[in-house]
C-alpha cells in the first residue's frame, strides 16, 4: 500500500545524485515533482499539494492561506535552513511538522562569504564589468591582512567564516547580541553594532533576524558604515533596505557590495547594473556535495517523521 504522495517542490531536485528519490519510493511514498521550472507561488502550492501529506520544500511561501487550505499536508521538510517563508504558527496549530537542514549549509555559505570578500577586496566585479565594456582598466586591491572585516551574527556559519579567514590574517569584529564577549575567540573581537559598521572595512551579515522585527541595515546603519567600506549579504535578504543600499553605493559612501539573497527573488532590480556590485541568484549553499547531503537529510527527516506516526489514511 502506498504510504502517500510525497511532493518536491524544488526546481531541481537528485541531480548530483539519485538517493533521495530511492529512499521515498523504496519507503512506499508516491514521488511528485515540481515541473514548472521556476519557483511556485501560492496558488501553485495550493494545487499541487491538494493530495500531499509531505512537501520537500524550497523557499516557495507557506503561508497561512496556503496551509488553511492543505488538510491532508502533515510535513514541511525543508531543503536548507530558513522557515521565513513558513507560518509557522498557522503550522503548529495545524499539526504540520517543520524540519530544516542547518548543518549542511555551514561550509557552502561561508565558502561562498569568503569567496566575495576576496572578489571585493580584489576589485573582481568592476574588472569584469569594464571587461564587457572592452576596457583594459587596473585598480589596486587590498590585503585582508590590511582590513577588519566585521561579522554581523556569529553563529554556526558566521563562526565558519572567522575560522577560514584567518589564514588571510584581518581583524576580526563579531556583533551578536546573543553572544557573550567570552564566547569568541581570541582571533576575534566582540563589540556593538555601531562600532563594527565604524571600523570595519567590510560586513558580511549572517544574523538570524527574523522578519518581522525589521531591516537590520537600514539608512541610519549605512550611513554608520565606515566611508568606503563594503557589504555582503549572504543570509536573509530582507535584513537590508534595498533603497537605501542603493543610495549609500550612488553617493560613493560605500565602495562595492556583493549580495546572494533579497527581498524579492528572483532580483532585476537596479544593484544588477551596478559596476561595483556582485549579484548572486541565491545560491551560497549551492554545490554538489551540499546540495546532494541537503536533500539527503531532508528526505530522512521526513521518513523518520512518519516512521513515528501511523500510517496516513487515503
Known amino acids: ?33 515540481n515541473e514548472l521550472g521556476r519557483r511556485l507561488t501560492s496558488e501553485d502550492l495550493i494545487h499541487v499539494l491538494r493530495d500531499a501529506e509531505a512537501v520537500v ?56 562569504t569568503v569567496a566575495m570578500i576576496l572578489a571585493l577586496a580584489r576589485n573582481l566585479p568592476q574588472y569584469l564589468a569594464a571587461s564587457r565594456q572592452g576596457a583594459w582598466v587596473k585598480r589596486p586591491g587590498w590585503l585582508l591582512s590590511e582590513w577588519t572585516v566585521g561579522l ?3 553563529g554556526r556559519i558566521g563562526r565558519t567564516v572567522e575560522r577560514y579567514l584567518r589564514v588571510f590574517g584581518p581583524r576580526v569584529l ?25 571600523e570595519a572595512d567590510v560586513v558580511s551579515l549572517h544574523a538570524n533576524r527574523p522578519r518581522q522585527e525589521g531591516v537590520l541595515m537600514g539608512r541610519a546603519e549605512l550611513g554608520q558604515m565606515k566611508a568606503g567600506s563594503r557589504l555582503i549579504n549572504t543570509s536573509r535578504g530582507y535584513l537590508v533596505d534595498e533603497q537605501a543600499l542603493e543610495a549609500a553605493l550612488r553617493s560613493g559612501h560605500l565602495a562595492a557590495a556583493a549580495f546572494d539573497v533579497f527581498e ?35 528526505v530522512q527527516h521526513l521518513l523518520e517523521h512518519f516512521t513515528r506516526m501511523p500510517a496516513p489514511s487515503r
Open 57 to 112: 520544500a524550497g523557499v516557495e511561501p507557506y503561508d497561512a492561506a496556503v496551509l488553511e487550505a492543505l488538510p491532508r499536508l502533515q510535513c514541511i521538510s525543508r531543503c536548507g535552513v530558513g522557515t521565513d517563508a513558513i507560518d509557522l504558527d498557522v503550522a503548529r496549530r495545524k499539526g504540520i511538522a517543520v524540519y530544516t537542514t542547518p548543518d549542511e549549509v555551514v561550509e557552502p555559505v561561508a565558502q561562498m
Open 152 to 154: 554581523v551574527g556569529f
Open 1 to 33: 500500500m502506498s504510504r502517500g504522495v510525497v511532493y518536491v517542490a524544488l526546481q531541481q531536485f537528485c541531480e548530483f545524485e539519485p538517493v533521495p528519490k530511492q529512499l521515498l519510493r523504496e519507503a512506499g511514498w508516491e514521488v511528485r515533482v
Open 174 to 198: 563579531v556583533s551578536d547580541p546573543f553572544v557573550a564577549p567570552h564566547e569568541v575567540p581570541e582571533t576575534a573581537h566582540w563589540c556593538p553594532l555601531p562600532r563594527l559598521l565604524a
Open 264 to 298: 524579492q527573488e528572483p532580483y532585476t532590480g537596479p544593484l544588477t547594473r551596478f559596476p561595483h556590485v556582485l549579484c548572486t541568484p541565491h545560491v551560497a549553499s549551492l554545490t554538489r556535495a551540499s546540495r546532494a547531503a541537503m536533500e539527503r537529510r531532508a
